[in-house]
């Protein structure tokens, strides 16, 4: 455990736990979902594998997260006392969508997002049978910006290599614009107005492309009003 602040409050108790580096992060991929070590790297590409492992050591000793064993897999999955910090993460969610200001370089990651995009298919909206888009992300280099998502029924795979499946749709997109559609700043229209998107296909698969995916909730924030000054996010 970090700092102890040696105050009764609340507060100082609670960030006695969650004021380390990537702390709170882990409990949002948990929250989203994530079960299995790689499945939480996968939605933190940046922590080291050590760390991952230390970080859910601390939260299993505190009584947030749980270790299970199924079958042959180890599965990290949150206690009561972990899902009821859910709010406090869309909750800081919804608060950094509103106030921080334009995302640096260095918050851009491919892996994050084209993982973030994989975990939010409707599978009810994917035409019936396998479906394979693969996303041209041209301003990466080709080897991490070239990713296929696989669609069958309630399967949905991401592939950072070429599958060998026939390719159904190909998006193409700068990786700053794939970001800003997918955090609600522009519509997938405006992104293939403005060509910082294109998607070739069959027409019927492009039309209904957009709507296979169901936005993270941050993307309905509405932003600070204009004029009122809003918090720079550093790069780092």
Known sequence: ??????QFCPVAKAMELFDERWTLLVVRELVLGSKRFNDLRRGLPRMSPSLLSKRLHQLSAAGVVERRT???????TLTDAGLELRSVVEALGSWGARWIGTLGDSDLD???LMWDMHRRVDTSA???GRTVVKFRIRDVQQRAGD????LDGHDVDICDVDPGFDVSLTVSATLRGLT??????MSWHEALRAEVLGISGPESLRRGFPGWFVLPRTSDVRRALP?????????S
């Open 110 to 112: 491919p892996r994050l």
């Open 180 to 185: 800003e559609i997918w955090s609600g700043d």
């Open 70 to 76: 199924v079958g042959d897999e180890v599965h990290y």
């Open 1 to 6: 455990m970090g700092a102890t602040y040696h």
């Open 126 to 128: 994917v035409p019936v």
């Open 227 to 235: 004029g009122r000054p809003s918090i720079s996010s550093a790069d």
């Open 147 to 150: 990713w296929w998502l696989v």
